[in-house]
């Protein structure tokens, strides 16, 4: 796997004017790690890319591995692992630019994350290709600000919660800031539901001490 970060930016020659692309917010991506060894389980997170255009989010994601589920997460058969450490990634995450998919982080603290959770007990080529299309789908939602309330979404994250030989199972989650209403996230809950089509449920971001 080629690192993520190798995308090239935008050239300067582009002749789009680039007023037109650019983002009212910019973003960065981010993985999750996950490895296993002798009695132990290790996590890491890893901020990959940033942008603030619609460019440089194509550029980005047209050459990403992660552009494809099968590619990184479970795909019904295997565990993909990489790096020489053979971590397994876990989950992408799209968040506003300074801010971290931890709920440590100082603007998620005491806000919540609606989850869309999806799965399936058999490999389905056609279940794969609609859940790679859904998160394209949200990405583009986010950070072309057309999703109600936006202005309280701080990202999302893609995460792979499958267990070998067991099921496929993944989950979008909509991480909001703590201004956001329950009403306003029941409204954002109702609104995501027709064109997602999934389990959705609420849960506030607590620290575990």
Same mark, same amino acid.
């Given at each position: 796997?080629?690192e993520?970060?190798?995308?090239?930016?935008?050239?300067?020659?582009?002749?789009?004017?680039?007023?037109?692309?650019l983002?009212?917010?910019s973003?960065?991506?981010?993985?999750?790690?996950?490895?296993?060894?002798?009695?132990?389980?290790?996590?890491v997170i890893e901020e990959?890319?940033?942008?603030?255009?619609?460019?440089?989010?194509?550029?980005?994601w047209?050459?990403y591995?992660g552009?494809d589920?099968?590619?990184?997460?479970?795909?019904?058969?295997?565990?993909k692992?990489?790096?020489?450490? /053979?971590?397994?990634?876990?989950?992408?995450n799209?968040?506003?630019?300074?801010?971290r998919? %931890?709920? *440590?982080? @100082? &603007?998620? =603290?005491?806000?919540?994350?609606?989850t869309?959770?999806?799965g399936?007990?058999?490999?389905?080529?056609?279940?794969f290709?609609f859940?790679?299309?859904?998160?394209?789908?949200l990405m583009?939602y986010?950070?072309?600000?057309?999703?109600?309330?936006?202005?309280?979404?701080?990202?999302?994250?893609?995460?792979?919660k499958?267990?070998?030989g /067991?099921f496929?199972?993944?989950?979008?989650?909509?991480?909001?800031?703590?201004?956001m209403? %329950?009403? *306003?996230? @029941? &409204?954002l =809950?109702e609104?995501?539901?027709?064109?997602?089509?999934?389990k959705?449920t609420?849960?506030?971001m607590?620290?575990?001490?």
């Amino acid at each position: 796997m080629e690192e993520s970060n190798s995308v090239s930016k935008i050239d300067e020659s582009d002749t789009i004017e680039q007023d037109k692309v650019l983002l009212n917010r910019s973003w960065s991506f981010w993985e999750n790690y996950e490895t296993k060894t002798k009695g132990s389980q290790s996590y890491v997170i890893e901020e990959i890319y940033t942008f603030d255009n619609l460019i440089s989010f194509w550029q980005f994601w047209n050459k990403y591995p992660g552009n494809d589920t099968k590619k990184i997460f479970y795909d019904g058969e295997y565990i993909k692992y990489f790096f020489k450490n /053979k971590y397994r990634i876990s989950a992408i995450n799209l968040f506003e630019k300074g801010i971290r998919p %931890e709920w *440590e982080d @100082e &603007k998620n =603290k005491g806000g919540n994350t609606l989850t869309l959770e999806y799965g399936t007990k058999e490999y389905e080529e056609k279940f794969f290709s609609f859940i790679t299309e859904k998160w394209l789908k949200l990405m583009l939602y986010l950070i072309g600000e057309t999703i109600p309330f936006n202005k309280y979404i701080n990202g999302i994250r893609f995460v792979d919660k499958s267990k070998l030989g /067991k099921f496929t199972t993944f989950r979008f989650e909509i991480w909001v800031n703590s201004s956001m209403t %329950e009403k *306003e996230i @029941e &409204k954002l =809950k109702e609104h995501l539901y027709p064109e997602f089509q999934c389990k959705a449920t609420v849960k506030r971001m607590q620290i575990t001490k």
